[in-house]
């Protein structure tokens, strides 16, 4: 039996999405649709890890994401997104336990991105966005690739020719405390690209300037019972135990990518260094790396490797890639994964981290992780 729909129920969605949106409710049901954008991805994992003096893990993962665009004019728009996960700045996954329990779906994305005609090669985002600076090769030396930052930034961009150059600046905030100082974030970048000739490839080289306003002396940022490889004061207040940051954060980025092809196959070598002046030790962190290929159409594949040393205090370890080493500074070591794209829209991947935690010679853990992902996007 076809199920039928009431009238004033399809009125009230339009009515619901041009509010949203911004959009004139006047518009007829059959219009509304074209300033609106859907997409989303869906990953099935399997995880391994193994870390010493710990028993085996083995656990199966969800990710789910789903983002509406909504074009408000010719010169800005609207983003709303859904994932799965927990309230982690740093993961969207969801573990499969809880004896079939339902899972909870929270706020990725909520934004505003502007492009001001007048002023061409410009944009201005608002809200809780994807992270806006570059990272080479897609670094997680000190992002890692899942957070969403909160604020403001403004993003502009020049193309001369071969050479393009664009400049980002943002003012985040991490934590609003209301009875003592707020901490956040200024941060700044500067990208410089050079297309090689004949579109053999490009390279891209540039820096970063990141200051965190009162970290030291106060709580680490997200989970204040673990300080992710960061020195810190240990306390315990109210039988809890309550890290607190020994450093501010004051961090210089140089970073460089170059991009070309090898016959028809892309590869990338790029570099990251970082060292936090605001420390006086243990401040410093690298990352190299390589990738061939690119895994879109069916029968494509892509391969990867990295490897990184990341001293104690050289970033926020919260923010930092959160399946190296489980998470966190004061590491080193491979990662090495690989992606088969087995039909439109759809691949087969494999991760596999060999890490060592703790850089000094007597405080060395073993750590590894495998990681098998279905991945699907639409």
Known sequence: MRKLIRPGRKIGAVMLIAILFGTSPALNASEWWKKIKINGDFRYRHEIIDKEDSDIRHRQRIRARLNIIGQVSDESKIVMGISSGSDDPVSNNQTLTDAFSSKALLIDLAYFEMSPAA???LKLFGGKTKNPFY?????????????????????????????????????????????????????????????????????????????????????????????????????????ETVYYYNTDFELIEAFGAFEFTAGQTPITIMADYVTNTAADSLKNGWLAGVSV??????????????????????????????????????????????????????????????????????????????????????
């Not at 403001?152 to 193309?159: K, L, N, P, Q």
């Not at 540039?206 to 673990?226: L, P």
């Not at 919260?318 to 500074?329: E, M, N």
């Open 293 to 378: 290929g690119k895994a879109k159409k069916p029968g494509s594949w892509d391969f990867r490797y990295i490897y990184r040393n990341l001293e104690k205090d050289a970033v926020v370890g919260a923010f930092s890639d959160s399946d190296f080493r489980g998470g966190g500074t004061d590491a080193k070591g491979h990662e090495i994964g690989g992606s088969y794209q087995l039909m439109d829209n759809t691949a087969l991947a494999v991760t596999y981290f060999n890490n060592q935690i703790g850089l000094e010679a007597d405080d060395e853990t073993d750590f590894q992780r495998w990681q098998i992902d279905l991945k699907f996007k639409f």
């Open 135 to 239: 990272k080479p090769g897609g670094s997680e030396l000190i992002w890692d690739s899942d957070i969403r930052q909160e604020g403001v930034t403004a993003d502009y961009s020049r193309e001369l020719d071969d050479f393009s150059v664009k400049f980002i600046g943002s003012g985040l905030w991490i934590q609003e405390r209301g009875s003592s100082d707020d901490s956040y974030l200024a941060g700044g970048q500067a990208i410089f690209s050079y297309d090689l000739s004949d579109d053999k490839g490009s390279l891209t080289l540039g820096g970063s300037y990141f200051s965190y306003g009162n970290a030291k002396g106060f709580e680490t940022f997200h989970e204040t019972d673990d300080s992710k490889g960061n020195t810190a004061t240990v306390l315990t207040i109210d039988d």
């Open 119 to 121: 002023m061409s090669g």
